[in-house]
């Protein structure tokens, strides 16, 4: 697949953005029952073997989420773990300018989620209705799933969705394609048994949602 050039500029994406907090505000619940997720289980597995637990977020909007997760351990009564839980999320918003901390442990940035660094010793990296925006106006949204893909350890998920649709009405070329095959078989075919596929209807719209577990050292490759 040949990448475009990005169809607007930056400023112009953070401007376009700046108001649309109704697709900005999303839940840990939404996380939970749009992708698949149990963080409760997930969290609590992952401190058990590595001491820690590291999200990343991409396209994270308001990053209510964040919050959320410390919130769900707080009501437990959990608080002895709450230091060893760090949520990132990574969005364009000219409302932040550099990290905005939201909690312990829990920080907004300000970044590009294509070329975002993220820390070798991530444990989840997610997606949630965003994808769509980073094809729609940067036409990256392959190059993003193989960068995070490709960033996180032996270990570690990646979990996003997509609605094919929705690229085929913006972009006019059809669902993501990688050399003529959509996306989904793209990934089958690489990434085997480590990938599931799943579906949901929201009240506007069907979309895929993909939970990869990174079981082996293998690169990824979109483009």
């Known amino acids: 697949m040949r990448y475009m050039e990005p169809i607007i500029s930056d400023e112009d994406l953070r401007s376009r953005l700046r108001f649309r907090d109704m697709v900005r505000e999303r839940t840990l619940s939404l996380y939970e ?3 698949g997720l149990d963080f409760r289980e997930r ?16 396209c994270c909007g308001n990053f209510e989420a964040g919050i959320g997760l410390k919130d769900l351990f707080y009501c437990d009564g959990r608080k002895d773990i709450l230091p060893k839980i760090t949520a990132v999320g990574i969005d ?9 901390v939201l909690d312990y442990g ?15 010793d991530v444990d989840l ?4 209705r ?4 980073v094809e729609e106006y940067l036409g990256k949204a392959c190059q993003a799933v193989e960068h995070w893909y490709n960033s996180m350890p032996v270990g570690a998920t990646l ?3 997509y609605n094919p649709e929705i690229f085929f009405e913006v972009r006019g070329d059809g669902p ?48």
């Open 125 to 128: 990296i997610t997606c949630l």
């Open 92 to 100: 364009i918003d000219t409302r932040v300018k550099g990290d905005e």
């Open 33 to 35: 029952q749009l992708l």
């Open 159 to 161: 979990a996003f969705d």
């Open 130 to 133: 965003g994808l769509r925006y």
């Open 176 to 223: 993501i394609l990688i050399n003529d095959a959509p996306l989904l078989e793209v990934l089958k075919l690489q990434l085997g048994e480590s990938v599931e596929f799943g579906k949901f209807k929201s009240l506007v719209e069907a979309a895929f949602t993909v939970k990869i577990h990174k079981c082996e050292d293998k690169k990824l490759k979109l483009h």
């Open 106 to 120: 829990v920080i907004r940035r300000m970044g590009n989620v294509v070329e975002a660094v993220l820390p070798p």
């Open 43 to 58: 969290v609590l597995s992952t401190l058990e073997k590595n001491g820690k637990f590291v999200w990343y977020d991409m």
